[in-house]
């Protein structure tokens, strides 16, 4: 059975620093795109970062902010944020996918069930 598991969210106030964990079982993903994505309430799920490949690319509204990296060892991805803004408040989201647009919801199959995500001002 494939799963991705999120940890690592919470409370958290402007200005400061979280690491995202998405532990992988059942499938290796290697040659997927490996994403994080965002989901605030009322607003459609956005994308924040993906590696692929060993490339990453970035939102605009995190790029100088977050680090995403993995451990293909322990088949796990992360998020690092820092100087978060209480505009990052969201359900931050793991997933795994292949073809298509590495932005784009649609393109991935695989999603983890999420984890909170708050800044207070």
């Known amino acids: 059975q494939v799963q991705l598991v999120e940890s690592g969210g919470g409370l958290v106030q402007a200005g400061g620093s979280l690491r995202l964990s998405c532990a992988a079982s059942g499938h290796t993903f290697n040659g997927y795109y490996m994403a994080w994505f965002r989901q605030a309430p009322g607003n459609e799920r956005e994308f924040v970062t993906v590696?692929?490949?060993?490339?990453?690319y970035y939102a605009d509204s995190v790029k100088g902010r977050a680090t995403i990296s993995r451990d293909n060892v322990k088949n796990t991805l992360y998020l690092v944020m820092n100087s978060l803004k209480p505009q990052d408040t969201a359900v931050y989201y793991c997933?795994?996918?292949?073809?298509?647009?590495?932005?784009?919801?649609?393109?991935?199959?695989?999603w983890g069930q999420g984890t909170q995500v708050t800044v207070s001002s």
């Open positions: 997933a795994a996918g292949n073809g298509g647009y590495y932005y784009a919801p649609s393109t991935y199959q695989y």
């Open positions: 590696w692929i490949a060993g490339r990453t």
